[in-house]
């Protein structure tokens, strides 16, 4: 098992910057990626960032490429997302996530959400 917490989420206007952590626990040894996805209400789950965790190789949405960074802290078991120049259309609940599955933005485990709101 693994499990996620997620941080850093907020309030910003459009064109601000928010990076998001995830802190992961258990079973971590094993997760061949780890990667963040977001809902927003009435809206199908979107796949944001994909980082490899033996490679280190990252993989991202057209929506976010350029403006988004996906990393990862080994030794802290920590991910991150930076996000800059962020636009309304930013606006959802953002998802760590750890494991993929077949096919972009699946994953088996995941944390429970944090919030990221962009004013236009």
């Known amino acids: 098992q693994v499990q996620l917490v997620e941080s850093g989420g907020g309030s910003v206007q459009a064109g601000g910057s928010l990076r998001l952590s995830c802190a992961a626990s258990?079973?971590?040894?094993?997760?061949?990626?780890m990667g963040w996805f977001r809902q927003a209400p009435g809206k199908e789950r979107e796949g944001v960032a994909t980082?490899?965790?033996?490679?280190?190789?990252?993989a991202y949405a057209d929506s976010v490429k350029g403006r988004f960074t996906i990393s990862q802290d080994n030794a802290k078991n920590t991910l991150y997302v930076q996000m800059n120049s962020l636009r309304p259309e930013d606006t959802a609940m953002y998802y760590c996530?750890?494991?993929?599955?077949?096919?972009?933005?699946?994953?088996?485990?995941r944390g429970q959400g944090t919030q990221v709101t962009v004013s236009s």
């Open positions: 258990g079973n971590t040894y094993s997760l061949n990626c």
């Open positions: 980082i490899y965790t033996r490679t280190g190789n990252t």
């Open positions: 996530a750890a494991d993929c599955l077949g096919g972009w933005g699946n994953f088996h485990y």
